[in-house]
Protein backbone atom coordinates (compact mmCIF):
# COMPACT_ATOMS: atom_id res chain seq x y z
CA UNK A 1 0.00 0.00 0.00
CA UNK A 2 0.96 3.23 -0.80
CA UNK A 3 -0.09 6.50 0.75
CA UNK A 4 -1.10 9.04 -1.57
CA UNK A 5 -1.70 11.90 0.97
CA UNK A 6 -2.86 12.44 4.67
CA UNK A 7 -5.70 14.45 5.58
CA UNK A 8 -8.41 15.37 8.34
CA UNK A 9 -11.55 15.46 7.64
CA UNK A 10 -12.46 19.52 7.74
CA UNK A 11 -13.56 20.45 11.10
CA UNK A 12 -17.08 21.73 10.08
CA UNK A 13 -17.54 17.75 8.78
CA UNK A 14 -17.33 15.71 11.36
CA UNK A 15 -19.04 14.93 14.43
CA UNK A 16 -15.96 13.48 16.58
CA UNK A 17 -12.69 13.36 15.73
CA UNK A 18 -9.01 12.19 17.02
CA UNK A 19 -8.79 12.07 21.08
CA UNK A 20 -13.06 11.79 20.98
CA UNK A 21 -12.75 9.58 18.48
CA UNK A 22 -10.15 7.30 20.23
CA UNK A 23 -12.02 7.49 23.76
CA UNK A 24 -15.72 6.40 21.95
CA UNK A 25 -14.71 3.70 19.43
CA UNK A 26 -10.91 2.73 20.58
CA UNK A 27 -8.92 -0.28 21.57
CA UNK A 28 -6.14 -0.99 23.64
CA UNK A 29 -3.24 -1.62 21.30
CA UNK A 30 -0.23 -3.51 21.50
CA UNK A 31 1.56 -0.90 23.82
CA UNK A 32 -1.81 -0.74 26.38
CA UNK A 33 -2.51 2.49 24.65
CA UNK A 34 -5.94 3.74 23.99
CA UNK A 35 -6.17 3.66 19.86
CA UNK A 36 -7.88 3.48 16.22
CA UNK A 37 -5.72 2.18 13.91
CA UNK A 38 -8.12 0.73 11.39
CA UNK A 39 -8.57 0.39 7.70
CA UNK A 40 -12.31 1.16 6.41
CA UNK A 41 -13.51 -0.40 3.80
CA UNK A 42 -16.53 0.45 0.97
CA UNK A 43 -19.82 -0.90 2.20
CA UNK A 44 -18.14 -3.16 4.54
CA UNK A 45 -18.00 -2.41 8.60
CA UNK A 46 -14.77 -3.40 10.08
CA UNK A 47 -14.02 -4.71 13.79
CA UNK A 48 -14.76 -1.40 14.64
CA UNK A 49 -17.91 -0.60 13.38
CA UNK A 50 -16.66 1.62 10.84
CA UNK A 51 -16.91 1.39 6.86
CA UNK A 52 -16.70 3.77 4.01
CA UNK A 53 -19.32 5.17 2.03
CA UNK A 54 -19.36 7.65 -1.22
CA UNK A 55 -21.68 9.68 -3.19
CA UNK A 56 -21.15 12.69 -5.66
CA UNK A 57 -20.72 14.77 -3.11
CA UNK A 58 -17.23 12.64 -1.53
CA UNK A 59 -16.33 10.49 0.62
CA UNK A 60 -18.52 9.51 4.13
CA UNK A 61 -16.63 7.75 7.19
CA UNK A 62 -19.69 6.02 8.77
CA UNK A 63 -20.00 4.32 12.28
CA UNK A 64 -22.81 0.87 12.05
CA UNK A 65 -24.35 2.47 15.15
CA UNK A 66 -23.74 6.21 15.15
CA UNK A 67 -24.07 6.70 11.27
CA UNK A 68 -21.72 9.45 9.43
CA UNK A 69 -19.04 10.88 11.72
CA UNK A 70 -17.23 12.66 8.82
CA UNK A 71 -17.16 13.85 5.55
CA UNK A 72 -14.48 14.59 2.96
CA UNK A 73 -16.34 16.68 0.27
CA UNK A 74 -15.10 15.84 -3.41
CA UNK A 75 -13.84 19.52 -3.61
CA UNK A 76 -11.62 19.09 -0.40
CA UNK A 77 -10.17 15.98 -1.79
CA UNK A 78 -9.58 17.63 -5.20
CA UNK A 79 -7.66 20.80 -3.34
CA UNK A 80 -5.83 17.83 -0.98
CA UNK A 81 -4.78 15.72 -4.28
CA UNK A 82 -3.69 18.26 -6.70
CA UNK A 83 -1.37 19.75 -3.72
CA UNK A 84 0.49 16.15 -3.49
CA UNK A 85 0.13 15.30 -7.00
CA UNK A 86 -0.09 18.28 -9.77
CA UNK A 87 1.08 16.44 -12.58
CA UNK A 88 2.83 12.82 -12.64
CA UNK A 89 5.23 11.10 -15.13
CA UNK A 90 3.78 7.28 -14.62
CA UNK A 91 6.58 4.83 -16.05
CA UNK A 92 6.38 1.12 -16.37
CA UNK A 93 9.31 -0.95 -17.10
CA UNK A 94 10.86 -4.94 -17.40
CA UNK A 95 13.86 -5.47 -15.77
CA UNK A 96 16.66 -7.85 -16.26
CA UNK A 97 19.49 -8.34 -13.71
CA UNK A 98 23.13 -9.06 -15.58
CA UNK A 99 26.12 -9.62 -13.76
CA UNK A 100 24.72 -8.16 -10.95
CA UNK A 101 23.62 -4.71 -12.54
CA UNK A 102 20.09 -4.04 -13.20
CA UNK A 103 18.78 -2.79 -16.42
CA UNK A 104 15.81 -1.54 -17.46
CA UNK A 105 13.18 -1.27 -20.39
CA UNK A 106 10.65 1.29 -20.13
CA UNK A 107 7.71 -0.54 -22.27
CA UNK A 108 5.45 2.84 -21.13
CA UNK A 109 5.37 6.12 -19.90
CA UNK A 110 2.78 8.83 -19.61
CA UNK A 111 2.24 12.20 -18.74
CA UNK A 112 -0.29 12.54 -16.14
CA UNK A 113 -2.04 16.17 -14.71
CA UNK A 114 -5.55 17.17 -13.38
CA UNK A 115 -7.94 15.38 -10.77
CA UNK A 116 -11.05 13.40 -12.03
CA UNK A 117 -12.97 13.38 -9.16
CA UNK A 118 -15.56 10.36 -10.34
CA UNK A 119 -12.72 8.38 -11.37
CA UNK A 120 -10.71 9.07 -7.49
CA UNK A 121 -14.64 7.84 -5.98
CA UNK A 122 -14.67 4.85 -7.97
CA UNK A 123 -10.90 3.95 -7.08
CA UNK A 124 -12.59 3.92 -3.45
CA UNK A 125 -15.73 1.57 -4.54
CA UNK A 126 -13.21 -0.65 -6.19
CA UNK A 127 -10.96 -0.90 -2.70
CA UNK A 128 -8.29 0.09 -4.68
CA UNK A 129 -7.63 3.06 -2.66
CA UNK A 130 -8.68 2.98 0.80
CA UNK A 131 -8.66 4.77 4.04
CA UNK A 132 -6.54 3.99 7.53
CA UNK A 133 -7.23 6.08 10.57
CA UNK A 134 -3.62 5.83 12.62
CA UNK A 135 -4.29 7.81 16.01
CA UNK A 136 -3.84 6.56 19.57
CA UNK A 137 -4.41 8.65 22.95
CA UNK A 138 -0.97 9.91 24.90
CA UNK A 139 -0.24 9.23 28.40
CA UNK A 140 -1.18 12.70 29.17
CA UNK A 141 -4.57 12.49 27.62
CA UNK A 142 -4.21 14.11 24.05
CA UNK A 143 -4.41 12.23 20.80
CA UNK A 144 -1.36 11.62 18.90
CA UNK A 145 -2.59 11.17 15.30
CA UNK A 146 -0.44 10.19 12.11
CA UNK A 147 -2.72 11.47 9.76
CA UNK A 148 -5.56 9.76 8.10
CA UNK A 149 -4.03 8.54 4.94
CA UNK A 150 -5.73 7.82 1.64
CA UNK A 151 -3.74 4.79 0.49
CA UNK A 152 -3.62 3.05 -2.74
CA UNK A 153 -3.28 -0.87 -3.16
CA UNK A 154 -2.50 -1.20 -7.09
CA UNK A 155 -0.36 2.31 -8.02
CA UNK A 156 -0.74 1.03 -12.10
CA UNK A 157 -4.42 2.20 -11.35
CA UNK A 158 -3.66 5.71 -10.07
CA UNK A 159 -3.63 6.76 -13.58
CA UNK A 160 -7.52 6.58 -13.32
CA UNK A 161 -7.38 9.29 -11.00
CA UNK A 162 -6.27 12.11 -13.33
CA UNK A 163 -7.99 13.78 -15.52
CA UNK A 164 -5.54 14.52 -18.67
CA UNK A 165 -3.37 11.28 -20.13
CA UNK A 166 -0.64 11.86 -22.55
CA UNK A 167 1.10 8.96 -23.65
CA UNK A 168 5.23 9.34 -23.72
CA UNK A 169 6.18 6.25 -24.86
CA UNK A 170 4.49 3.98 -27.02
CA UNK A 171 4.41 0.40 -25.66
CA UNK A 172 7.90 -0.85 -27.43
CA UNK A 173 8.46 -4.19 -26.83
CA UNK A 174 11.79 -6.45 -26.67
CA UNK A 175 12.46 -9.63 -26.70
CA UNK A 176 12.31 -11.38 -23.19
CA UNK A 177 15.12 -13.97 -24.36
CA UNK A 178 18.06 -11.58 -25.53
CA UNK A 179 20.36 -11.63 -22.79
CA UNK A 180 22.95 -9.07 -24.06
CA UNK A 181 22.81 -5.14 -22.82
CA UNK A 182 19.23 -4.35 -23.26
CA UNK A 183 19.80 -0.52 -23.31
CA UNK A 184 23.76 -0.50 -24.87
CA UNK A 185 24.94 2.89 -24.00
CA UNK A 186 22.65 3.37 -21.10
CA UNK A 187 25.53 4.04 -18.91
CA UNK A 188 26.76 6.58 -21.72
CA UNK A 189 23.24 8.73 -21.46
Not at 75 to 100: C, H, N, S, W
Not at 138 to 161: E, M, P, V, Y
Amino acid sequence: MMTLFTKEPPRGSRELWASSLVEKYGYEDDDGRPALKITLHVDQFNNQGFRTITDEDGVHIEHEDDGIVATYPLDYLRDAYEEKFPEMVLVEADTQTIDGDEYFWYNEGYYLEGFNGEEFLNLIRESIINIDLRMHLRDSGGARNHGTAFRIKDTSKLDRAFETRSQLIDGVSRDPTVTEDPQKGLSDF
